[in-house]
């Protein structure tokens, strides 16, 4: 069974602007979209950076704020107000935007907001803007088997592919991370390890930790690992 990936629960055509609409605009737009932040985008709608309502807020640098002030605070601010008016998404975005690929697993999604601790992330297709996520659109996604993932990686990878008895290394997967321990013939067949088991459905972050008996890379020097 194939996970569900970031197309599969993003929001869809997520509202946008691009460097040269007016913060005006932005703030009408950044109100009305789902995230707390709205994507500046290029001609071709790929995502250049974000504008957030912080970013908003340091532009128009308390110009709105109604407590009481003096004659020559207020016209400070209303000099701020107009200075604010003038500029663009383009001078105020942070760059670049946090993306994450249409085809990225769930599992995999949910692990980038948690890390980086990102309160939503737009989703592109082929670079071009196609949806934005948060954390609600993966909690409550159910994540494949730590069980299921170790049998897949047994025989797809080790099996089948890499002709490997999978008695003979050590898989272990914890909440989708997966730890590979032991020992295969080559350095390449244990490089060849992790990068398959990172395409495995449901898998989140792979931890390579297998050695290898011959370094066959160009460059090898062909010793045995870790003498």
Same mark, same amino acid.
């Given at each position: 069974?194939?996970? /569900?990936?970031?197309?599969? =629960?993003?929001?869809?055509?997520?509202?946008?602007?691009?460097?040269? !609409?007016?913060?005006?605009?932005?703030?009408? =737009?950044?109100?009305?979209?789902?995230?707390?932040?709205?994507?500046?985008?290029?001609?071709?709608?790929?995502?250049?950076?974000?504008?957030?309502?912080?970013? /908003?807020?340091?532009? $128009?640098?308390?110009? +709105? #704020?109604?407590?009481?002030?003096? $004659?020559? %605070?207020?016209?400070?601010?209303?000099? +701020?107000?107009?200075?604010?008016?003038?500029?663009?998404?383009?001078?105020?975005?942070?760059?670049?935007?946090?993306?994450?690929?249409?085809?990225?697993?769930?599992?995999?999604?949910?692990?980038?907001?948690?890390?980086?601790?990102?309160?939503?992330?737009?989703?592109?297709?082929?670079?071009? /803007?196609?949806?934005?996520?948060?954390?609600? #659109?993966?909690?409550?996604?159910?994540?494949?088997?730590?069980?299921?993932?170790? #049998?897949?990686?047994? !025989?797809?990878?080790?099996?089948?592919?890499?002709? &490997?008895? @999978?008695?003979?290394?050590?898989?272990?997967?914890?909440?989708? &991370?997966? !730890?590979?321990?032991?020992?295969?013939?080559?350095?390449?067949?244990? %490089?060849?390890?992790?990068? /398959?088991?990172?395409?495995?459905?449901? =898998?989140?972050?792979?931890?390579?930790?297998?050695?290898?008996?011959?370094?066959? !890379? @160009?460059?090898?020097?062909? &010793?045995?690992?870790?003498?």
């Amino acid at each position: 069974m194939s996970e /569900l990936t970031a197309r599969d =629960v993003m929001t869809p055509d997520p509202r946008s602007v691009t460097p040269e !609409t007016d913060l005006g605009t932005v703030a009408r =737009v950044l109100a009305a979209a789902e995230a707390g932040a709205v994507a500046v985008v290029d001609a071709r709608g790929r995502p250049v950076g974000v504008v957030s309502e912080a970013d /908003l807020m340091c532009a $128009w640098g308390g110009a +709105r #704020h109604r407590a009481r002030r003096t $004659w020559l %605070e207020w016209q400070r601010a209303k000099q +701020r107000l107009r200075s604010a008016q003038d500029r663009r998404a383009g001078d105020v975005m942070t760059s670049p935007a946090s993306t994450v690929d249409a085809a990225t697993p769930v599992s995999r999604v949910a692990r980038e907001l948690e890390q980086r601790r990102l309160r939503w992330m737009f989703v592109v297709d082929d670079g071009v /803007l196609a949806g934005v996520l948060s954390y609600r #659109h993966v909690a409550g996604v159910p994540a494949r088997p730590d069980d299921d993932i170790r #049998h897949d990686i047994a !025989t797809d990878v080790f099996t089948r592919i890499l002709w &490997v008895e @999978p008695d003979t290394v050590g898989i272990a997967v914890e909440h989708g &991370v997966v !730890t590979l321990l032991g020992q295969v013939e080559s350095r390449s067949d244990a %490089e060849l390890a992790g990068r /398959l088991a990172r395409g495995v459905p449901g =898998v989140a972050e792979v931890r390579n930790r297998l050695g290898y008996v011959w370094d066959d !890379t @160009p460059d090898g020097t062909r &010793v045995k690992s870790g003498s």
